[in-house]
């Protein structure tokens, strides 16, 4: 049934006018006969928020959630899961998950073959036959309307005694197949120089503040120069909160230097969903507490991610309704980091519904204690 949304406060985009109508087909459009209203209660409206850094590949990785727990419930209308799956399983992940969920969900294949099956403690790349090329552009052609890149995580503990070649190899695999490269960065080696070497334009840095020692961009001033630089010529620096991968200070003293991330994302799955990450709204306010600017954390939940992942980072008539509406309200929640750091944020996101096509889901945080710790 057609849907009329009503006082809100546009935010991220510029809507031609103070109603969005949306028509039985789910698409904005001009004008309709009947249709129920959704009052907004002067909440902030802005395009679907995007979490370009999830793991809902459930069952076929034992770390990864089921989607619903990441998705219209916490306001997210669309994600990108970030290389559970590798080619042996990727059809698994597409016809389970992507397939059947209400949200967009799009999807890193890991070079390494068995993906993240047994994270860490089977690391996709430490094992014989880690990688097969042939195989892996395969996939890609086959499920190339829902790959959004090639993801390979360049961590002390994943490649082993590898070093760098895992990361050549998958950024050759992404430059034949023309994704993106998603490099997960950590513990050295691989040292962060040799991987930001690799790297051009559209490449995604996850874990961008991680605060693991001797490797992290703010680990001499030459480094950060170096990632300011990258982030400058279109590297996108994502922060992939994690279970150990987001560190407060490393955060606060990149933004205020001037190294703003391009999109803000979760890395949820089971041993974080429950803290310190919970959701994509805590992780904004996280951000948010620590310098960004309101305008650059809807940017990072919103229509950076959204563009990355070719969805409407400006919806008009004639587009797919896709948005998230929610509120800014004060708060004195503490919040914690991956490394044992505290802080009160001073302001949380609230999500409140997520619109996709004519239809409306109620969301709210995955905490509604008020304490985010
Ligand atoms: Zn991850």
Not at 83 to 94: D, I, M, N, P, W
Request: aromatic share 6%; net charge negative; with cysteine.
């Amino acid at each position: 049934m057609s849907l009329r949304l009503t006082n809100f406060r546009p935010v991220g985009f510029s809507p031609s006018c103070d109603e969005i109508l949306i028509d039985d087909a789910g698409k904005i459009c001009d004008e309709v006969d009947s249709a129920r209203t959704l009052d907004c209660n002067g909440a902030c409206l802005s395009p679907g928020w995007a979490d370009l850094h999830v793991h809902v590949w459930y069952g076929g990785s034992d770390f990864s959630i089921r989607a619903h727990r990441v998705g219209v419930a916490r306001g997210v209308t669309a994600m990108a899961d970030a290389g559970s799956a590798g080619e042996a399983t990727f059809h698994g992940l597409r016809e389970y998950v992507i397939d059947t969920q209400p949200e967009t969900i799009r999807a890193f294949v890991n070079i390494g073959t068995i993906g993240l099956v047994a994270c860490n403690r089977v690391p996709e790349l430490a094992i014989d036959n880690a990688i097969d090329i042939g195989r892996t552009l395969a996939v890609i052609e086959r499920h190339r309307d829902v790959i959004c890149g090639v993801k390979v995580r360049a961590g002390e503990m994943v490649v082993a005694n590898h070093g760098i070649e895992p990361v050549h190899v998958a950024k050759r695999v992404a430059d034949e197949t023309g994704l993106p490269l998603m490099v997960h960065i950590g513990a050295a080696p691989p040292a962060l120089r040799d991987i930001f070497d690799v790297l051009t334009p559209g490449d995604v840095v996850t874990h961008c503040f991680h605060g693991k020692p001797g490797n992290t961009i703010s680990e001499t001033p030459e480094m950060f120069e170096r990632a300011k630089e990258l982030a400058a010529r279109g590297v996108l620096m994502d922060v992939g909160h994690g279970a150990a991968s987001f560190d407060f200070a490393i955060a606060r003293g990149a933004i205020r230097d001037g190294l703003r991330p391009h999109s803000i994302s979760t890395d949820a799955h089971q041993y974080n969903i429950d803290g310190p990450v919970f959701d994509l709204a805590t992780t904004a306010a996280k951000l948010l507490a620590l310098g960004l600017s309101f305008d650059d954390c809807i940017a990072g939940i919103s229509t950076n991610p959204r563009r990355f992942l070719g969805l409407d980072a400006a919806p008009g008539v004639g587009a797919r309704a896709d948005f998230t509406i929610f509120d800014l309200l004060d708060s004195s929640a503490l919040a914690r980091d991956s490394v044992g750091n505290t802080m009160t944020l001073g302001q949380m996101f609230e999500p409140r519904h997520a619109i996709l096509g004519d239809r409306v889901y109620r969301a709210a945080r995955a905490t509604t204690h008020g304490a985010a710790a």
